[in-house]
């Protein structure tokens, strides 16, 4: 069972188990929620923004291991970047996530490269992209997004 | 006498239950969702596309007559598998939400008002809560939900205290599609109809698993889908009172649901064409026919022992995992296995249960509501059927404790 293995490595259980950054930030000043109308996953994101420069960022909610993982290691990723670093980290993600045959860019992506296992999922895809998902549309002023 | 159930012989019958799933044999959990279909009714399909196929109800050709014979004589049979009176009385849809967005509209329309209840239950699937929603929304009628309790059961003292001469409808359903209570429906139309309400039971997840007797239940519309009952997607039934259909507007306009058109004047049909416009799935319902044949062939004296053995065993091996939580514990239950894990979301189980061949739902089971009633944000759902097996319960439990090893 290769593929589980891949799907479930080490790093992505240990944040499912003790995600980073899993709170609300109080002095936020962008706020985003997230949802996933086929499995009923929900994320809120929020981020505080200094001169363009992602100062805080936390999320809260309740999902999968895939989406947990992904949105807590999203946040380690983004906190202290430049939102346009911040949305070019995002186009690489969305590029791993849903291109199987493509290439891994991983100067940018670095240990988010643990979740490129879930490209031979299909029906989990989703469940990795909510929070990317949600922090774009955060970044954008939408306040809500689904992934439908 | 009566014959053993041979299930291994039952299970030659389905030729999909020979399939494997990445790469290990195909254990089939998700009976609640769609059923798998017997051999005869995949010919019964080919057939009628190979020798038969025509419109029916419109041609003097032979074939047209054929099909037509076909086509009503799965309506007689549906009506003898349900004990209702007459064949007029069974409408062809294409599913239970058809069937339900169909008294929604004609029903509904007609007869409820501003101020007036529709009564439904905290355990609906989405599409006996959404039609009613939005007939509210249109006529200002208002939705009430009897609530359940812990275990999955309704608070039938709390029905009782909703009933009113503003009920003008009580919607429920049979077996729950997401915790698999057994819903007293009997009991439940009596007591509706003691304040002269009628009653629709949503019969899609009860038709697999239990007789049902639209003589005795005496409930005013009943409704379920042929998929769910080893028959084909893409058609199903309601059941009406003859009385009650015949007073109400037809649904969909068109073909096959008239007698004559003019511009000055249009006669509806009598029933049941009156609600069939349009082409109808023809092998659908044929297909849904010898579905109903196969399973009088088993019977559901042997059917309902089998299941019910199944299922205790089930919750017992289920039970007995530590961390494992069965959700829904109704005194009775038909064939559903609902639970969650402390170890692991329900899309982590799905997934890892897939991966060993193993298919089972995972999500709210468009039954939101009975989510929000557990505080659960989802559960992962084994259903069975006739054809599954102790092997099967053994799989997922073993498929389980997989799910233990990768998250501990």
Not at chain 1, 68 to 90: D, L, N, P, W, Y
Not at chain 2, 80 to 106: M, P
């Amino acid at each position: 069972m290769s593929g589980l293995s891949d799907l479930y490595q080490e790093i992505l259980l240990e944040h499912n188990s003790k995600p980073r950054n899993f709170k609300a930030v109080e002095d936020a000043n962008q706020t985003s929620e997230g949802y996933n109308p086929l499995c009923g996953d929900q994320i809120t994101l929020s981020l505080k923004i200094v001169g363009g420069v992602i100062d805080d960022v936390g999320f809260q909610g309740t999902g999968c291991a895939i989406s947990r993982a992904s949105a807590s290691m999203m946040t380690q990723s983004i906190k202290g970047q430049s939102v346009e670093q911040a949305e070019h980290i995002f186009d690489a993600f969305h590029h791993m996530i849903t291109e199987p045959e493509g290439e891994i860019d991983l100067d940018t992506l670095g240990d988010l490269e643990t979740l490129s296992g879930v490209n031979e999922y299909p029906t989990r895809i989703k469940c990795a992209i909510l929070a990317w998902h949600t922090m774009k549309a955060a970044l954008s002023g939408d306040t809500q997004v689904t992934t439908e | 006498m009566t014959k053993m159930f041979d299930v291994d012989r039952i299970r030659d019958d389905f030729p999909i239950l020979k399939q494997r799933v990445n790469g290990n044999p195909l254990v089939y959990l998700d009976n609640g969702a769609t059923s798998q279909k017997p051999q005869s009714v995949i010919d019964a399909i080919v057939d009628y596309y190979t020798t038969t196929n025509s419109n029916v109800h419109r041609g003097v050709h032979t074939m047209s007559q054929q099909a037509t014979d076909g086509y009503e004589g799965a309506r007689s049979k549906i009506r003898q598998f349900i004990n209702a009176g007459k064949d007029e009385e069974i409408i062809f849809t294409r599913n239970t939400t058809e069937g339900l967005n169909l008294v929604a509209h004609s029903y509904g329309r007609q007869n409820i008002r501003s101020g007036d209840d529709i009564i439904v239950s905290n355990m609906e699937h989405h599409s006996n809560i959404v039609p009613w929603q939005m007939l509210c929304e249109e006529n200002g009628a208002n939705l009430k939900v009897v609530p359940i309790d812990d275990s999955g059961e309704l608070v039938m003292d709390e029905y009782q205290k909703m009933l009113s001469s503003r009920t003008k409808l009580v919607s429920i359903t049979h077996v729950s599609n997401a915790l698999g209570t057994i819903l007293p429906a009997k009991q439940i139309v009596d007591m509706a109809h003691a304040h002269g309400a009628p009653v629709l039971l949503d019969g899609a997840q009860a038709v697999p698993h239990m007789p049902v007797d639209m003589k005795e239940l005496d409930c005013d519309f009943y409704v379920f889908s042929g998929h769910k009952l080893f028959g084909p997607t893409g058609i199903g039934i309601l059941y009406g009172k003859e009385d009650y259909l015949n007073s109400m507007p037809p649904f969909l306009g068109g073909g096959e649901m008239i007698k004559s058109v003019t511009f000055e004047k249009t006669i509806y049909n009598d029933l049941p064409y009156k609600f069939e416009g349009g082409t109808p799935d023809i092998a659908g319902a044929i297909g849904l026919g010898a579905a109903i044949d196969y399973v009088n062939g088993l019977g559901f004296s042997r059917i309902t022992a089998h299941e019910e053995e199944l299922l205790q065993y089930g919750t017992e091996a289920l039970e007995s995992i530590a961390g494992v939580h069965i959700v829904g514990t109704a005194a009775h239950k038909a064939g559903i296995l609902s639970f969650v894990m402390d170890a692991a979301h329900p899309h982590d189980i799905g997934t890892i249960l897939d991966e060993q061949g193993i298919a089972i739902r995972t999500g709210h089971h468009c039954a939101q509501p009975v989510m929000q009633r557990f505080q659960i944000p989802a559960t992962a759902r084994a259903s069975l059927a006739f054809y599954n097996t102790k092997e099967d319960i053994d799989a997922l439990v073993k498929g389980i404790d997989r799910v233990i090893e990768v998250f501990s």
